[in-house]
Each structure stands twice: as structure tokens, then as C-alpha cells.
DNA sequence: CTCTTGACGCCGG
DNA sequence: TCCGGCGCCAAGA
């Protein structure tokens, strides 16, 4: 399978449906748009702008890169989303269960 | 065409 | 829990 053409602005989509103080990993996110895989996904948020919130798509042991985790903190503050002492999002509680008809 | 590069993920030690 | 190691796969060089 190959990515469709209007891949990046569905993973856009989907990021930007993330309510907040929630998040999913971006294997969640490949998996809600049946296409590609977590890396694919990856690639389009490092490319998006600050317009999308890019926080709430994380790895899925609730961690980002290095250089993006004090910013993120920030936001997970701000919002209230649900992070352990070490600062990573707690998955258990902060996955957000997408409505079934997200895709359609 | 081959090779490297990632905002990744899972498994075993 | 914390690593290494390996699989993964689109893009760009």
C-alpha cells in the first residue's frame, strides 16, 4: 500500500481532532488513517507548523524527542494532560479514544 | 539503481 | 526499568 496523496493533510486532520489534554502515539495515528506506519507519520509532523498541536502526538511510551520536551511540558501544564513525574504522558490515561466514525 | 536518514515500535536481556 | 538490536518504510542524496 502505498501513502495516498493527501496523506500529510490527513495526519493533520487526525492531529488536530486530538481534544485537549489528550494525545496518541503516532503509531495511533497510521493505524486511525489505515496508512503507513508511525515513521510516515513522524515525518509529516517534524514537517508541520506550529499551527497544529504537535504535542499531543507522541511516541508510544508518552515521551517526544529531546529537544521538544520542555516545550511540551508547557502545553501538558497548561492543558492538564496526564503526566508522570519523569514528564512523559501517561498513555494509560491521556489516549484519546477516537470517535468510531473519525475516518469516514 | 543503492545508501542513508529519521518527531518510531517491539522484544529480549 | 533501561538499553540494544532489529524491523520498518517514505524521501532525498
Given at each position: 500500500?502505498?501513502?495516498?496523496?493527501?496523506?500529510?493533510?490527513l495526519v493533520l486532520t487526525v492531529a488536530e481532532s486530538i481534544p485537549?489534554?489528550?494525545?496518541?502515539?503516532?503509531?495511533?495515528?497510521?493505524?486511525?488513517?489505515?496508512?503507513?506506519?508511525?515513521?510516515?507519520?513522524?515525518?509529516?509532523?517534524?514537517?508541520?507548523?506550529?499551527?497544529?498541536?504537535?504535542?499531543?502526538?507522541?511516541?508510544?511510551?508518552?515521551?517526544?524527542?529531546?529537544?521538544?520536551?520542555?516545550?511540551?511540558?508547557?502545553?501538558?501544564?497548561?492543558?492538564?494532560?496526564?503526566?508522570?513525574?519523569?514528564?512523559?504522558?501517561?498513555?494509560?490515561?491521556?489516549?484519546?479514544?477516537?470517535?468510531?466514525?473519525?475516518?469516514?
Amino acid at each position: 500500500m502505498s501513502l495516498p496523496p493527501d496523506y500529510e493533510e490527513l495526519v493533520l486532520t487526525v492531529a488536530e481532532s486530538i481534544p485537549e489534554g489528550r494525545a496518541l502515539a503516532y503509531g495511533d495515528v497510521a493505524e486511525l488513517i489505515g496508512a503507513g506506519g508511525p515513521r510516515q507519520v513522524a515525518r509529516v509532523m517534524s514537517l508541520a507548523g506550529a499551527a497544529v498541536p504537535w504535542w499531543r502526538v507522541v511516541r508510544a511510551d508518552g515521551t517526544l524527542p529531546e529537544r521538544l520536551r520542555a516545550g511540551a511540558a508547557q502545553r501538558y501544564r497548561a492543558e492538564g494532560t496526564a503526566v508522570g513525574r519523569d514528564g512523559r504522558v501517561d498513555m494509560r490515561l491521556a489516549r484519546w479514544r477516537p470517535p468510531l466514525g473519525l475516518m469516514t
